[in-house]
């Protein structure tokens, strides 16, 4: 069975500096997709970026960015210049190519201090 | 926005009651998708509709059942309630089937079984 794990269950970081958030997976397929959701207060989950994983180039969306080892079956987001309203849950989500369903982490709670 | 709309966004119950939670997917999306974000088990894969018809299916309870009507919205039906289904209810849309797209969620409807 596919799993995903975020192995720090809270990060913290200073305005404007730079934070790595971690994410493994698990899996026997060879083609799947990658993902970071964001959950603010609000409660939505909003889409922060997407890795396919038959591209060896990294995604990255404006200050965010992803490291992705496929071998080591690693997904990192990295956050650049830190700003306040990046304060939330963050989680690791996994799909097979071709499923219907994300798995998802366990998420990294992220506070920026000001 | 999303474009996803759930109601009620809180819902308040009492053991053995049954409740409904609907979804508006954004317009033109054929598939929608019931997920569950509960402090225990985290956020777990329901079920999900492509155009009417059932296409997948997760870790649904047999207690809960879920449809899409031919004006594309969604009901997930939760009876016999217990302490344990209190969660937070996510719907999230695509525009095909899902399987090579991205999934946009709903503000989810916090559902409190007391």
């Known amino acids: 069975a596919q799993t995903v794990t975020q192995s720090q269950p809270e990060m913290s970081v200073q305005e404007a500096e730079t934070v790595t958030l971690s994410c493994t997976y698990d899996?026997?397929?060879?083609?799947?997709?990658l993902f970071w959701y964001k959950q603010p207060p609000s409660r939505q989950m909003i889409l922060v970026i997407r890795?396919?994983?038959?591209?060896?180039q990294n995604a990255t969306e404006n200050r965010f960015s992803v490291n992705f080892q496929k071998a080591a079956k690693s997904f990192s987001l990295k956050i650049s210049d830190s700003q306040l309203g990046d304060a939330a849950m963050y989680f690791c989500a996994y799909k097979w190519w071709g499923a219907q369903k994300l798995v998802f982490g366990q998420g990294t709670r992220l506070t920026i201090n000001p | 926005d999303s474009g996803v709309t759930q109601t009620p966004k809180h819902l308040i119950t009492a053991t053995g009651q049954r409740v409904t939670l609907r979804c508006s997917p954004r317009?033109?999306?054929?598939?929608v998708y019931w997920y569950q974000q509960s402090l225990d088990q985290g956020l777990q894969f329901l079920i999900q509709?492509?155009?009417?018809?059932?296409?997948a299916k997760g870790n649904i309870l047999e207690r809960f059942s879920a449809q899409q009507f031919p004006d594309l919205h969604s009901e997930l039906n939760l009876s016999s309630l217990e302490l344990g289904d209190s969660a937070l209810y996510f719907c999230?849309?695509?525009?095909?089937?899902?399987?090579?797209?991205?999934?946009?969620f709903g503000s989810g409807t916090q559902l409190s079984v007391l």
């Open positions: 509709y492509y155009n009417g018809e059932e296409r």
């Open positions: 890795q396919e994983a038959y591209k060896q």
């Open positions: 317009s033109g999306d054929l598939s």
């Open positions: 999230a849309s695509s525009g095909g089937d899902g399987s090579n797209e991205k999934l946009f």
């Open positions: 899996t026997s397929e060879s083609d799947y997709y």
